[in-house]
């Protein structure tokens, strides 16, 4: 299938993905050399702020009219290939990662943290890391990205966590994604040595390695590599053992980037698993989408097991991956165009409620389910914000949830029949039953015990109202009109769902070409390597 590339130099002005990348990490630099923290936090607005400018910048010059890579950025440098581009997958999701940096700032004024420099750094970095991870194109370079994640993930953990035990957190964390990093590294070393041959040298840029999959052997064990690596950043059951302790014991947030930053490996598989290997991804899809059933109950089952309201989100977030696993693969446009824009609705509305719990946090000093209640009439904006979030989380009418929720829906339907579809709707329930069900227990209950065991402090109100009304108008506002957003992903959707012509697609794929790296086909490759 024939890929159109758009250089950045025929819609932007500067090479503005590199920028995106440069402006947090110059920042987070200055805040480390700063020598105070007033100067550090405002290196640090400054930061942000410009980053999401620039990202905003990006939707402009955005042509989601023509699906392809646009905003393209190839440099060859001592035999390495470093190259950047955006389309309908990732495009989203690097202003969300703007706006949720930008509102942790706004939260960490509220907290102890404020005059921390090494808390509001990592931040920074964190930010850096995510955007270019989603921006990368070289399969090499976005893996370094990931490994660099467990910097600021580590540190932030270590040194601003709330739990006692965050150091035994930190070590399980590393023992699964470190086993995630080696299972992904393994799975592009074996892509990219996979097609060398006489005529194809050792390269790991994405279009190359598209292009020229039809030349490529060992696929299944490229998928189970990828697909098991990616699952543990996911998380999907049953590789979800990290999450529910480092949400427990970490801090809110970097929790919030972080949420984002789960949204990486539901892009990684439409990113590198589904036009890589898309026969494999196929015959996989069965499996694939038991372990995304099994997601869905466990998590949700698990959620309302829960008296600790961190974990109780965490397990909501293994629910939820298991909702977009099976609507990345059923295969077809409707499918793929649901789980990417509710990739990016839950990211914001798990953001919204756990900014909502974290300064519940700060006044009464506990996140215990069984020591809170009542909470409703002396922190209103906090019950709005967490209520607005957690019915966009339900997919409710008016939210963007709703109409991604719809079309992921059609998309199982199409492909795997109502039954499936019913399942998924039953989980979805779930999910509302244990959001509802901690709402009333945290602001409309009265609390089991007669005395609060921490005294509740006094706070300024108007940094967590312009966190509410921001989430909120982002969660309405995008709810009652996902068009533009749609416009943003569906022709890509479009384009990966025709490579898939069993599930719905109505043109088969088109054999590779030459775009000036990769060798045209002979006719005797063509007869001996075609797909079947």
Excluded at 206 to 222: F, G, P, R, S
Aim: charged share 10%; hydrophobic share 55%; net charge negative.
């Amino acid at each position: 299938m024939d890929i159109t590339v758009t250089p950045w130099s025929a819609s932007a002005a500067f090479p503005l993905l590199t920028t995106l990348t440069l402006v947090p990490l110059a920042a987070m630099i200055a805040i480390l050399f700063s020598r105070s923290s007033t100067v550090a936090l405002r290196f640090g607005f400054a930061g942000a702020s410009l980053t999401l400018l620039l990202s905003v910048y990006l939707l402009t010059v955005f042509d989601s009219a023509t699906p392809g890579i646009h905003l393209v950025e190839h440099v060859h440098f001592a035999g390495l290939s470093y190259r950047v581009g955006v389309d309908g997958t990732n495009i989203l999701f690097i202003p969300l990662t703007a706006v949720l940096t930008l509102l942790a700032l706004i939260y960490t004024l509220i907290t102890r943290h404020v005059t921390d420099r090494l808390f509001i750094a990592c931040l920074l970095g964190y930010e850096t890391v995510l955007i270019g991870a989603f921006a990368a194109l070289n399969v090499m370079q976005f893996w370094l990205w990931c490994v660099l994640e467990l910097i600021p993930v580590a540190l932030l953990t270590i040194h601003a966590g709330t739990g006692q035990n965050r150091r035994w957190v930190v070590v399980r964390l590393l023992q699964y994604w470190v086993s995630g990093l080696l299972m992904t590294l393994a799975g592009f070393l074996l892509l990219a040595f996979g097609l060398i041959d006489a005529e194809h040298a050792l390269t790991f840029d994405w279009l190359t390695l598209k292009q020229n999959n039809a030349y490529l052997h060992d696929e299944v064990l490229v998928f189970i590599l990828l697909f098991f690596g990616f699952a543990i950043r996911m998380p999907l059951f049953p590789f979800h053992g990290w999450l529910p302790v480092l949400a427990e014991q970490g801090t809110v947030a970097s929790a919030v980037i972080f949420l984002v930053g789960l949204k990486l490996g539901i892009y990684a598989v439409i990113r590198f698993i589904l036009p890589m290997v898309p026969g494999v991804a196929e015959q996989w899809a069965g499996f694939v989408v038991t372990l995304g059933l099994i997601s869905i109950f466990y998590g949700a089952l698990l959620a309302l097991m829960q008296i600790n309201i961190r974990r109780l989100l965490a397990f909501a977030v293994i629910s939820q991956t298991g909702m977009l696993v099976i609507g990345t693969f059923c295969f077809n446009e409707n499918g793929l165009e649901g789980s990417l824009l509710l990739s990016v609705a839950y990211g914001l509305a798990m953001a919204g409620m756990l900014f909502s719990v974290g300064l519940i946090y700060e006044r009464c000093r506990t996140a215990y389910l069984p020591r809170l209640g009542g909470l409703f009439d002396t922190n209103g904006t906090l019950a709005l914000l967490f209520l607005i979030s957690a019915l966009s989380t339900m997919v409710m009418p008016g939210t963007p949830g709703f109409d991604a929720a719809h079309l992921l829906v059609e998309g199982i339907i199409e492909e795997d029949g109502w039954l499936l579809a019913i399942a998924i709707l039953v989980g979805n329930v779930m999910s509302a039953a244990f959001l509802l069900w901690a709402f009333q227990r945290i602001f409309m209950a009265n609390p089991k015990r007669a005395k609060q065991p921490y005294n509740c402090a006094h706070h300024p109100v108007w940094k967590e109202r312009f966190i509410t009304v921001v989430i909120c108008l982002l969660l309405i506002g995008t709810g009652f009109y996902t068009t533009p957003w749609l416009n943003f992903i569906d022709q890509d959707a479009a384009a990966i769902g025709k490579q898939f012509p069993m599930h719905g697609a109505q043109i088969p794929p088109s054999p590779p070409f030459s775009n000036g790296e990769v060798r045209q086909p002979s006719d005797a490759d063509t007869k001996d390597d075609q797909h079947e």
